[in-house]
């Protein structure tokens, strides 16, 4: 078991950017235009429901700590922008660069905990979903790049 501080406040870090993805993501899919990147949003949105479960599940059993049910300042504040960015233009391009910021900051915070110390199991769930989280990124940094170059 690992009751080390600075483990939980890892873990929750964490569970707030998957928290904040996953209300992202539906924000982004209900502001898309084209069917596609609204279907791309509503799985990404569920990927990080997924992830959530599979994080708590391994903190309960493995940290037997109950990890929070809130989200991010960060994670607020990036929601108010993209619902900012959202309103005033519409754009599927907009909303792209949006989630791709989003990406970026849960891919960094993905990577603090991968420097971390933590024990097996927990520590191959954050690397399965670390990888998850850069084909995300790449995924969305790509269709950016297209639509930019439409």
Not at 96 to 113: F, I, N, P, V
Not at 124 to 145: C, G, K, P
Request: proline letters at 3%; charged letters at 30%.
């Amino acid at each position: 078991m690992d009751e080390r501080p600075d483990v939980a406040r890892l873990i929750n870090q964490l569970i707030g950017t998957l928290q904040d993805g996953e209300r992202g993501y539906k924000k982004a899919s209900e502001a898309a235009k084209d069917p596609r990147l609204k279907s791309l949003f509503d799985d990404y949105a569920h990927q990080r429901v997924r992830f959530l479960a599979e994080l708590r599940d391994a903190v309960r059993w493995r940290c037997q700590f109950e990890p929070p049910q809130t989200t991010s300042a960060i994670g607020a504040l990036h929601r108010a922008w993209i619902n900012l960015r959202i309103a005033i233009s519409r754009d599927d391009r907009a909303i792209l660069a949006e989630c791709e910021r989003g990406e970026d900051s849960a891919m960094h915070e993905y990577q603090k905990a991968a420097h971390n110390r933590l024990a097996s199991p927990l520590r191959e769930i954050i690397s399965h979903q670390y990888h998850e989280v850069r084909s995300a990124h790449d995924r969305i940094h790509y269709l950016r790049l297209v639509a930019r170059a439409a």
